[in-house]
């Protein structure tokens, strides 16, 4: 198998700290979301980057991954070391994947939640290359199958926070236990929060587990959520602050105009009530930081309406 630098996949230092992960996630996975990029290749590199944070972003799954070392290349033949598996005793979390997602359910004990990823992760987070031989993975699947409650996996679903608002499709692959493979096509609602879980229950004659889908929303440079408010910034010129008036502002699903009080200033923040996600206690806010943007040339004629600004005004913002 390819051994994974997952730091180079979301291209950070192996010191870089949980905010730093998180950042450069959040960045290339609204670069190469398959919604957003139509580019031949996006999904698969969509898929690596996820896979790379659902390593680095878990301390857990980051101390196992550091513990084979800084000396390996990308794609370089990989073969875990025979004691590997004697460094941790590791439970089992929730994967990230993005347009689509592939669950196996084959094993209660090792806990799926790992389909839709590499071999070399697989390997390393699954447990099937360590420790169990046959006749241990034939218990195991007699202790699956014979459990009376209903296990249940997990996988994150990625959405922005456009589909959040308007509601979208994702169309999953689920092996059951039976290994016989289904496709699902699963309803997001409008409104869907983040960490939200939709239920869904394999079928077949006999289905053993119940799989979450735990929604992740992903904020991009324009948008941010805080519940159901959606936090955008609008950049303002000098004289549009100063003397105030009617500028459009975006959000996720239009664009509204909003009032600018005259002497606005940079940093205060304004509230379109009603226009941020929908909920069950109605929709949210859409809530407007203004930022004052000063021209960084001018021309000679602006050069002069500044100065002539400058003589007559007495405003002093030191005082």
């Avoid at 996988?155 to 493979?181: C, F, K, N, V, W």
């Avoid at 910034?233 to 105030?244: Q, S």
């Amino acid at each position: 198998m390819k051994y994974q630098n997952y730091y180079d996949t979301l291209g950070v230092d192996r010191k870089a700290s949980a905010e730093e992960i998180h950042k450069a996630y959040r960045r290339l996975a609204r670069k190469y979301h398959p919604d957003l990029n139509k580019a031949k290749g996006s999904e698969n590199k969509f898929k690596e980057i996820n896979e790379a944070h659902e390593v680095l972003g878990d301390p857990q799954k980051r101390a196992r991954y550091d513990q084979l070392g800084a000396n390996w290349q990308n794609g370089q033949e990989f073969q875990p070391p025979p004691d590997f598996e004697q460094f941790f005793k590791f439970g089992s979390n929730f994967g990230k994947q993005g347009q689509s997602a592939t669950f196996n359910f084959g094993n209660a004990e090792q806990s799926s939640g790992l389909g839709g990823f590499s071999d070399f992760f697989n390997a390393i987070f699954g447990g099937s290359m360590f420790s169990q031989d046959k006749n241990e993975s034939e218990q195991n699947n007699k202790r699956f199958h014979s459990h009376k409650a209903s296990p249940k996996t997990a996988h994150d679903i990625s959405i922005t926070i456009a589909e959040a608002s308007r509601g979208t499709m994702r169309q999953i692959y689920l092996r059951d236990p039976d290994s016989s493979e289904k496709t699902y096509n699963v309803k997001i609602p409008a409104g869907v929060s983040q960490g939200s879980i939709i239920r869904i229950r394999p079928k077949g004659k006999n289905p053993q587990t119940e799989i979450h889908l735990r929604i992740n929303v992903v904020s991009d440079d324009n948008f941010s959520l805080d519940g159901n408010n959606i936090n955008t910034k609008l950049y303002l010129t000098p004289w549009e602050a100063a003397l105030g008036g009617k500028v459009e502002v975006k959000s996720v699903d239009g664009a509204y105009h909003l009032t600018i009080p005259a002497g606005a200033q940079s940093g205060q923040k304004m509230r379109l009530k009603g226009k941020g996600l929908p909920g069950k206690d109605g929709s949210g806010d859409l809530l407007v930081e203004l930022v004052i943007q000063v021209p960084k040339t001018l021309s000679a004629k602006e050069q002069d309406l500044f100065k002539q600004l400058k003589e007559i005004s007495t405003y002093n913002p030191r005082k």
